[in-house]
């Protein structure tokens, strides 16, 4: 079996988790080491099933401190990286574009300058893997869907600094021959999704009967997918994406939000035996984002054809499926809007 040393940044976040529990189970022989700062979004709640397992590491830290970059990368002899962590959620951006250049474009440039003191320009067998983002494409008519030659037009400062530290990633393939991959995602939705996003921010509401507010008209369209396809596609692309090559992942699945809302508000409904259109009279058509991007449509017909892979869940079916996991966790609902989430790693890690 194959060895591997992987680093795997922002792994206790949304889709960090997913993709950290997918290599720890699928690649025993591999040792995952998880690095993640526990911001607000981070939760080592999410990797309860994985974090006794012997092929886990979890290694607290932030990807501004360089120096323990370094020592991370020594002490466990990295092979490859795979770089989730950032700061994500657009709204926030708006409040605090600097923390967003920081984290995101620093952070990523750190971690790049680590792999490259660390690999001393041997790079057989390394890659170094950044998870980008739709949102670079900025914002698509209709009709029309980003393909990996679509120019890059960022229009808020989280997608500004994502693809400030994309251009990063290429310089370094292109300056310094570092082995690099870049994949942009569509939205992704899913259990452990922080519910400040707008599905798990509306199942929450319905279920405490609060009101949700739809930006604007509620017109405009996001492309999902279900957080584990999401996943499947970086462990297709981490094994055989070419170098220097970037990868567009989608699910080919558009909804205008209020359609996708009163889905949603059906779907609930029915689980919670309420009577139809109950939740739907929660809905609240609040001022809208500022710059607000109309529509996101990814074509993922390149990663389709060279790897094979293809999602797996529908959204009809990942939507229940989220619906009803948020229903079985309510404590990690409770947990994470309380803020409780945050003593998790005092009381797992530090009780010695
Ligand atoms: P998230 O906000 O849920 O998680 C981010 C994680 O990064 C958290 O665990 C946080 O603690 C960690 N982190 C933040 N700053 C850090 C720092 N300075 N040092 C170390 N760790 C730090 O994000 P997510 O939704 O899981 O997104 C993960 C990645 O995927 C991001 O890079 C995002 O841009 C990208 N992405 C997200 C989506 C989506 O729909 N959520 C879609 C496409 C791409
Ligand atoms: O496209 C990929 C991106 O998707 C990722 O790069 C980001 O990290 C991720 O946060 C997501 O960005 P969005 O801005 O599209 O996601 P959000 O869940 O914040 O909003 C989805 C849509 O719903 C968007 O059009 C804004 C709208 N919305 C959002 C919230 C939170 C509302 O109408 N009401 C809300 O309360």
Partial sequence: MTKRNILITGGAGFIGSHVV?????KYPSYL??????LTYAGNLENLKDVENKSNYHFAKGDILDVEFLYEVFKKHDIDGVIHLAAE???????????EFASTNIIGTLNLLSAAQASWHSNYQGKVFYHISTDEVYGSAEHGIFFTEQTPIDPRSPYSASKASSDHFVNAYNNSYGLPTLISRCSNNYGPYHFPEKLIPLMINNILNSK????????????????????????DAIFHGGTSGQVY???????????????????TMDHKLGREEGTSARLITYVKDRPGHDLRYAIDASKLISETGWRPQVSFEVGLEMTVEWYLANQEWLRHVTSGEYLQYYAKMYQSS
């Fill in 21 to 25: 529990r997918l290599f720890v189970n």
């Fill in 32 to 37: 995952i080491v998880n690095l993640d700062k």
């Fill in 88 to 98: 994500s959620h657009v709204d926030r951006s708006l409040h605090n574009p600097v």
């Fill in 211 to 234: 009101s949700l507010p739809v930006y604007g008209k509620g017109e405009n369209v996001r492309d999902w997918l279900f957080v584990e396809d999401h996943a499947r596609a970086i």
């Fill in 248 to 266: 567009n992942i989608g699910g080919n699945n558009e909804w205008r939000n209020i359609d996708l809302v009163n889905f949603l508000c059906h």
